[in-house]
């Protein structure tokens, strides 16, 4: 089974930027749909960016949209989220995760979907 490992989080002044990284264990995470939620103290966990199996097609929260992006390197098994315009609100455990269904982008929010999961990242924005 693939194992994610997620690598980025930290501390940052908010209006800064941050890049998440997630490594698959395996090249089969390639083929995944692969997505990025976060988990606020108190707070369910929330869908943050998706990025579609074999189209690549993205989405967004649109909390989020205009600030995160979320990119993709089949190469070295990765997928990231690249965060500017940080925003103390931003802050929480950021989670990635991934499935090999195929989910239409409806879907793709939807934390339930998702089969994978790494062990998560904190991120904190000071104001």
């Known amino acids: 089974q693939v194992q994610l490992v997620e690598s980025g989080g930290g501390l940052v002044q908010a209006g800064g930027s941050l890049r998440l990284s997630c490594a698959g264990s395996?090249?089969?995470?390639?083929?995944?749909?692969r997505g990025w939620f976060r988990q606020a103290p108190g707070k369910d966990r929330e869908f943050v960016a998706a990025?579609?199996?074999?189209?690549?097609?993205?989405s967004y929260a649109q909390s989020v949209k205009g600030r995160f992006t979320i990119s993709r390197d089949n190469a070295k098994n990765a997928v990231y989220l690249q965060m500017n315009s940080l925003k103390p609100e931003d802050t929480a455990v950021y989670y990635c995760?991934?499935?090999?269904?195929?989910?239409?982008?409806?879907?793709?929010?939807?934390?339930?979907?998702?089969?994978?999961w790494g062990q998560g990242t904190q991120v904190t924005v000071s104001s």
């Open positions: 990025t579609k199996q074999n189209s690549g097609m993205t």
């Open positions: 995760a991934a499935t090999d269904r195929h989910l239409i982008t409806g879907a793709l929010g939807s934390a339930e979907n998702y089969d994978l």
């Open positions: 395996t090249r089969t995470f390639n083929t995944y749909t």
